[in-house]
């Protein structure tokens, strides 16, 4: 009726019950540590369920309920892994629900309907002072008010005390447009303050180090609802004045969160920079722009645009100490013949006029990078290797796809596979991570908001897969995180232990990494891994 589980493995509504009343788990100082808790109700009438955690006074225990949404299809794939194929369409595991739970004097409830299944989520955060050894946590379920067996929870604290992950930019492409929609306030006004806050300071706790600046209105997956931060007034001697009240405040929120570094906004269209940006004197007035859409990327009016404004963003960044932390954008996901002349006019303008800017941008056509137009290339993970093996360094990304046998984190990507996140992007040598979906809570390119928990594709399925857009999920006061955010942050942990310990991307331990869907997919060799790392 009632077991432990590991993280790697999703928990539906229909799962059968398992016989584990033990786990054993290893852990390194400073690490965070998660397992789920899970009860079965093989009856006709449903059960009330109520879960007390019993641990050291050193440990810092969370519990959360597993939450279900309707998935609606499995992903589209010619060599699908999937997981939980059996049990979609249908519920399928994915938020976790905050509850009220203290540890030692409080507990956490649910109601179990007839054949049913649930988890609660239960992460362990371990201090960097703890003493090593061995820790027990008891996990004790009451059912209809009968206390069941105790289970045991066990952590081997090694001695190692991880530091976090070095030189490794994580950035996930951050909606301030969709925070506004969906708890109605005004873009940037006191009240949004307090709401953008929380989301900041998830991101960084799951290991984006890197905050997305909307200085201007993003250029990306649709038309957006004004939300520039910078204010662009234009007197009537034709120059144009640029207000960085906002940016700095977002900037100084961001650091106070933990942030280490900064992307920008792109300076041109998105897949090819064919037009100028999309700039706005007020964010309450849609139709405020300072030039027709339709301008070119290269026009005369955006060249003088960017003449005055690139030189004023240089002296904001150089006095807030920004230079050397930023990521400068061009053009997103740029291809073919078209965007690469388009992107070659672009970039040359940029650098005649800012030649300090260093650009990355997220393009797969290694032509960019041989002739010079990028400094920091963000390859497909479906071509990524070919960059590094090309001798250009390289970040790495995905989006929608590849999917199949790819490293991906979809709601029926393989939960082991999520994990594996972290050992590929250190075995084969990624300068950085971007991914473009954190909290994107709208229909395909359009300014409709969806409800997130009832449609996880944009509502663009198969084109846009399940699970992609978003990472998190919109709270009452704050975001709620999903099983791939916990999975994906814990294993940018185990990437920063291989840093700790300084292991060798070439190390006969990780030889069985070839590339982003050639890798191990079994939790049995993560934990022998770990065990490893730990044990040393």
Not at 21 to 38: K, M
Not at 71 to 86: F, R, V
Not at 196 to 225: A, C, W
Request: net charge negative; proline share 7%.
């Amino acid at each position: 009726m009632h077991w432990l589980q590991t993280s790697l493995e999703r928990v539906y509504p229909s799962s059968p019950e398992r016989d584990c009343s033990e786990l054993d788990l290893i852990a390194a100082r400073g690490e965070q540590v998660s397992f789920q808790a899970c009860v079965h109700n093989s009856g006709t009438t449903q059960l009330g369920v109520q879960l007390t955690v019993d641990s050291s006074d050193d440990l810092d225990v969370t519990v959360r309920l597993v939450g279900y949404v309707p998935m609606k299809h499995l992903n589209t794939d010619d060599d699908p892994e999937w997981e939980g194929a059996e049990h979609v369409p249908g519920l399928v595991p994915d938020p976790l629900l905050p509850i009220s739970f203290k540890e030692k004097d409080g507990d956490s409830s649910t109601t179990i309907g007839p054949r049913e299944t649930h988890s609660f989520w239960i992460t362990v955060r371990i201090p960097t002072e703890i003493e090593p050894g061995l820790h027990e946590i008891k996990v004790k379920f009451t059912v209809n008010e009968v206390a069941l067996d105790d289970l045991i929870a066990r952590i081997e604290l090694s001695p190692v005390t991880i530091r976090p992950v070095q030189d490794f930019p994580v950035t996930h492409w951050f909606y301030a447009d969709a925070l506004c929609d969906w708890y109605g306030v005004e873009p940037y006004d006191d009240r949004f303050w307090t709401i953008v806050e929380p989301y900041m300071r998830n991101l960084v706790e799951h290991g984006g180090s890197s905050q997305y600046v909307p200085i201007f209105t993003p250029p990306t997956d649709g038309i957006k609802r004004p939300h520039q931060l910078i204010r662009v007034t234009t007197p009537r001697d034709g120059l144009y004045e640029f207000d960085f009240t906002n940016v700095r405040r977002w900037v100084s929120l961001a650091r106070s969160c933990g942030a280490k570094y900064f992307e920008w906004t792109h300076l041109f269209s998105q897949w090819g920079a064919k037009n100028a940006l999309r700039i706005y004197r007020s964010n309450q007035d849609r139709d405020s722009l300072l030039w027709p859409p339709e301008t070119e990327a290269t026009s005369p009016v955006y060249r003088n645009f960017l003449a005055q404004f690139l030189p004023k963003f240089y002296e904001f960044l150089v006095s807030e100490e920004l230079l050397d932390c930023s990521l400068f954008h061009i053009s997103d996901e740029p291809h073919g013949e078209e965007h690469l002349a388009n992107y070659r006019q672009a970039r040359e303008m940029v650098r005649e006029l800012a030649p300090w800017m260093k650009t990355g941008d997220a393009l797969s056509d290694i032509q960019f990078v041989r002739e010079g137009l990028t400094d920091v290339p963000i390859p497909s993970i479906s071509t990524a290797k070919s960059f590094v093996e090309e001798g250009f360094p390289a970040w790495a990304y995905f989006c929608c796809g590849p999917r199949g046998k790819y490293l991906n984190r979809l709601m029926d990507t393989p939960l082991v596979k999520i994990r594996m996140s972290g050992w590929l992007f250190y075995r084969l040598r990624a300068r950085g991570f971007l991914h473009w979906g954190y909290n994107y809570w709208y229909k395909s390119q359009t300014q409709d908001l969806i409800d997130p928990f009832t449609e996880q594709s944009g509502a663009a399925w198969p084109e846009w897969a399940y699970g992609d857009p978003f990472v998190v999920y919109p709270g009452q006061t704050g975001p709620i995180d999903s099983i791939r955010w916990e999975v994906f942050a814990e294993s940018l942990q185990d990437m920063a232990l291989l840093q700790t310990l300084g292991i060798d991307p070439e190390d006969p331990m990780l030889s069985e990494i070839h590339d982003y869907d050639k890798f191990p997919k079994t939790s049995e060799w993560i934990a022998n891994a770990r065990q490893r790392l730990l044990a040393t």
